[in-house]
């Protein structure tokens, strides 16, 4: 009878041992770690000297301007994904929903695209914002498609693909006939971190902090909805206006991310498997955990990216993917994989 | 507190499932719902939750509209059990249970004693306090309708409604639980059940209701409702009344011969009722 008990404390002590330890050892791995000077045990000495050491100026402008914003950056992207990714698939009921699913990453790419071609975009400010418009509107034309009767989750699933399908195709016919939008979209499409600045991460933040927040607010509600819609409303919940806001904070926190770093495939479909292994099918305790997978996997993907090529970076979009891969087998492997909802008929 | 429906009319889009039906349930008693397969028993239920908005009529619980309440202050004065439940794998009966007190909290609100207390004596009734922290998805069928079940005794609501609050329980378990039924309607509350066998219904109904295409086409104690003219209006089969030995309640006993249709729709029927509840569900809403 105290089996499951346990399994629940566990689970909190393992998520505990990720915040309290995995994490702050991967951000300060991630602020020693580079492609050139200052070196680990160089950039250590500074870190722990507080900048007094020989060569300070160097090691202040590199680990300062350069690692900090990026290590800050993994950490509200990762979150930001996981957190959405999190919340689409309890939204969508769906467990292979991430957070391209409502056309967010489609439709960053097709305003990048169009202000590449059409408006003289090159900075990666510039990026930022278009993609960050594009994600939003994208999100908003799945949600009134999908609204237009009932948003039940099979609609919102099946708006997000069709419109993201559209959002490719009108991508591609854009690039077939732009060589030089095609070569500066190349590189925002492989997502990465490498370009993030302070001025990036302070815009995009607080987006990133009332997703998180919003998100959790609905989770009890969207968990309540994981009993089929008559049950929710029953218990005086109102399926409408929940999806609506978990649609708000998943388009928020995927948005932010995509625009931030570029597109970042599984990551958004591996956080949420990996924290409901581990936290068991409350929405609240995974949708936190989810947060913190999702930002140790891109931190680690990005210091790996740093060091496997030197002096050449992999973006971390593809490391991610490498990374990711083995954690998700464990998943699978482990027999923890749970369904977001069965049927209560059956055995 | 009591719950009426008045001249209620609803139904889906091509298809008027409930025609015309007043109902009055009061504080004490147990009213249940008869009828075969498709007459309207279950979207009466969700009308009365406030699940499904009527085209005609309405229901008023303690005198208000429901529709011009909010959800959650229906929920609070109403509670429903539905037909065929879903839950997230891996939660635990405790953990279902807890929900029921969703009503009862706000956005910021947390868990407070009294939810505890109610959660506690919620499980305590359904009598699956020993399976608070087993996973529901190990359960077995009765297990899990008796977690349900402890649910809507959470959400301590006035009102209760049970859409075949017994279909997936052997004999123990249906007799333990509408002893806990029984018991809630006689501690005050509204309870409101749609049931498939009709000596069930009848032994532990105050007020027999029988519908047919919609319609209620008859209704009152079951001593004086359960008639073989109304087993053939019904179901269109033939059936003897016998009194039970022991107290005298109705016990149907359908005649093998055919009067209209099939005549083993009784025999089988907590089966087929669970078939049939899927293929209710399967319609359009």
New interface residues.
């Given amino acids: ?5 346990h399994e629940g404390r566990s689970a909190r002590l393992l998520a505990g041992a990720l915040v309290a330890l995995v994490l702050p050892a991967l951000v300060v791995l991630s602020l020693v770690t580079g492609a050139g000077e200052p070196g680990p045990v160089g950039s250590l000495r500074y870190l722990l000297s507080a900048g007094s050491v020989p060569d300070a100026a160097t090691a202040d402008t590199v680990i300062r301007t350069l690692r900090l914003p990026r290590t800050a950056a993994a950490v509200v992207v990762g979150i930001a994904l996981g957190v959405a990714g999190c919340l689409l698939q309890a939204l969508t009921r769906n467990p292979l929903a991430e957070t391209g699913i409502l056309g967010i990453n489609a439709g960053a790419a097709l305003a990048v695209v169009l202000g590449i071609t059409y408006a003289g975009a090159g900075t990666g400010a510039a990026y930022l914002v278009w993609a960050f418009a594009g994600a939003l509107a994208g999100s908003a034309l799945v949600l009134l498609l999908a609204n237009a009767g ?1 948003a039940t989750p099979l609609r919102l699933v099946l708006a997000g693909i069709a419109l993201g399908s559209t959002f490719s195709g009108l991508t591609a016919a854009v690039l077939l006939g732009n060589q030089a939008s095609y070569d500066q979209y190349r590189f925002w499409v492989l997502g990465t971190l490498s370009g993030v600045d302070t001025g990036a991460l302070w815009f995009i933040m607080p987006a990133v902090a009332a997703s998180v927040a919003l998100a959790l ?1 609905v989770t ?2 969207l ?2 909805l ?3 819609d ?2 929710a ?6 399926p409408r206006v929940i999806r609506a806001w978990v649609a708000l904070a998943a388009t928020l926190a995927a948005g932010s991310a995509v625009a931030l770093a570029g597109p970042i495939a599984f990551l958004g479909l591996l956080a949420p498997h990996a924290a ?1 292994a581990v936290a ?4 609240g305790v995974q949708c936190v955990l989810s947060g913190v997978v999702g930002a140790a996997v891109l931190l680690g993907a990005d210091i790996v990216a740093r060091v496997v090529v030197p002096p050449f970076e992999v973006p971390a979009s593809v490391l991610v993917a490498l990374l990711g891969a083995p954690v998700m087998i464990w998943v699978v492997r482990s027999n923890r994989l ?10 | 507190m009591d719950l009426v429906a008045d001249n209620l009319t609803a139904g889906y889009p091509g298809h008027t499932a409930v025609r015309d039906v007043s109902l009055g349930v009061r504080e004490g008693e147990v009213t249940v719902v008869v009828g075969p397969n498709g007459c309207g028993k279950s979207t009466l239920l ?1 009308c009365m ?3 499904h908005r009527p085209a005609g009529g309405c229901v008023r619980v303690g005198g208000a509209d429901v529709w011009r309440l ?7 004065r109403v ?2 059990l ?1 037909q ?9 009966a405790a ?1 279902l249970v807890r ?2 007190r ?2 009862h ?1 706000g ?1 910021l609100r947390q868990w407070s004693s009294r939810d505890e207390a109610a959660v506690t004596r919620a499980m305590a009734d359904a009598g699956i306090t ?1 399976l608070a ?5 190990r359960l ?2 009765g297990q ?1 309708q008796r977690c ?1 079940l402890a649910l809507a005794l959470a ?1 301590d609501t006035p009102v209760m409604l049970l859409d075949e609050p017994i279909s997936m329980l052997d004999l123990g378990h249906q007799v333990e639980v509408l002893g806990v039924i029984r018991h809630l309607a006689a501690g005050g509350r509204a309870v409101v059940m749609v049931l498939h066998d009709l000596t069930t219904a009848a032994r532990y109904a105050d007020t027999l209701v029988a519908m047919r295409d919609g319609r209620i086409v008859d209704h009152g104690p079951p001593r004086a409702t359960v008639t073989p003219a109304l087993i053939r209006t019904l179901y269109g089969v033939d059936a003897d009344i016998l009194a039970a030995p022991g107290d005298g309640a109705p016990v149907v006993v359908p005649r093998h011969e055919r009067a209209g249709r099939g005549g083993d729709a009784e025999e089988s029927s907590a089966d087929a009722g ?1 078939a049939a509840c ?1 293929s209710e569900k399967g319609t359009p ?1």
């Fill in positions: 009878m105290t089996a499951p008990r009932a607010l009890r509600p968990s309540a994981l009993l089929g008559d049950a409303r029953a218990l005086g919940h109102h409901r068991g099918p409350r929405l749970l369904r977001l909802t069965t049927s209560g008929g059956g055995p | 969700r939750a406030r699940l909010r959800p959650r202050a229906v929920a609070r509670s429903l539905p065929v439940p879903e839950a997230p794998e891996g939660i635990t953990g929900f029921g969703h009503p909290q956005l020993d922290d087993r996973r529901l998805d077995s069928g899990r349900w959400q669970v899927t809403p």
